[in-house]
């Protein structure tokens, strides 16, 4: 299956710092890239919907200038939380989209997408 | 609009006896399923989809779930869990192809020896 890679896995800063966080689709091209966020124990909250080569889509109550993300190639998207808080400590998680051409999981020829997902990166904000 | 519900919050259950996870589902158009395990400090890792097809789907580690339309419902089937099934399991549901994965709150599996 396709292999979808975060990095860091893990990381720690002081509050007001910036933090990358790189999402890479290992052995495919995705034009879209999806990235989550995830509180202790709870579901995945989506944030925002990244396309290459354009700007992303951001959910209903997620700040765009706090959380900077930029999909520049067809196989690495980055998220930066810019002047992080100890509120944004989370586990973050993106996902890729893989298109295929061919017949679809419904037997219909085209385009059909698949989505994998990374391991995720557990940020703390001091 | 679409929703999942995973309306228990935590399954306890003993090693070696069967494992049942619920999720029901909301959607406007054609329902594209998915379960989800996560181990702590993971990722998400796929355990099979209902696209279209037989209603019984088996999937990975033994795990299989039944798509039920009239039921709006996708529970997901082990018949002998194991201690390594203890984990946290999320039902995922797309509007079609092209939409938006829309998880549901997840349920945590504890198995005991």
């Known amino acids: 299956g396709a292999v979808v890679s975060q990095h860091p896995s893990r990381v720690i800063c002081k509050s007001g710092t910036s933090v990358k966080i790189e999402c890479r689709s290992l052995?495919?091209?995705?034009?879209?890239m999806f990235w989550y966020r995830q509180f202790p124990k709870k579901s995945l909250m989506l944030m925002a919907t990244?396309?290459?080569?354009?700007?992303?889509?951001?959910e209903q109550g997620v700040e765009k200038d706090k959380f900077l993300i930029n999909h520049a190639s067809l196989t690495l998207s980055t998220l930066t939380v810019t002047s992080a808080h100890p509120e944004d400590s989370s586990f973050y998680i993106c996902?890729?989209?893989?298109?295929?051409?061919?017949?679809?999981?419904?037997?219909?020829?085209?385009?059909?997408?698949?989505?994998?997902f990374g391991p995720g990166t557990r940020l703390t904000v001091l | 609009a679409q929703s999942v519900a995973q309306p228990e919050d935590q399954v306890n259950v003993a090693e070696g006896n069967p494992l049942t996870v619920k999720c029901t589902y909301s959607?406007?158009?054609?329902?594209?399923l998915f379960w989800y395990v996560q181990y702590p400090n993971r990722g998400l890792q796929f355990l099979l989809k209902?696209?279209?097809?037989?209603?019984l789907v088996k999937g990975s580690y033994g795990f299989e779930a039944e798509f039920n339309k009239s039921q709006t419902s996708f529970h997901l089937k082990k018949p002998s869990a194991l201690v390594s099934d203890s984990a946290l399991y999320f039902c995922?549901?797309?509007?079609?192809?092209?939409?938006?994965?829309?998880f549901g709150a997840g349920t945590q599996v504890v198995v005991t020896p």
């Open positions: 959607v406007s158009g054609n329902p594209y």
């Open positions: 990244s396309n290459e080569g354009s700007k992303a889509t951001y």
């Open positions: 052995d495919f091209q995705a034009t879209t």
């Open positions: 995922a549901v797309r509007d079609g192809s092209w939409g938006k994965l829309q």
């Open positions: 996902s890729a989209r893989d298109l295929k051409a061919g017949l679809s999981d419904r037997g219909l020829s085209g385009i059909y997408n698949e989505q994998f």
């Open positions: 209902y696209i279209t097809g037989d209603n």
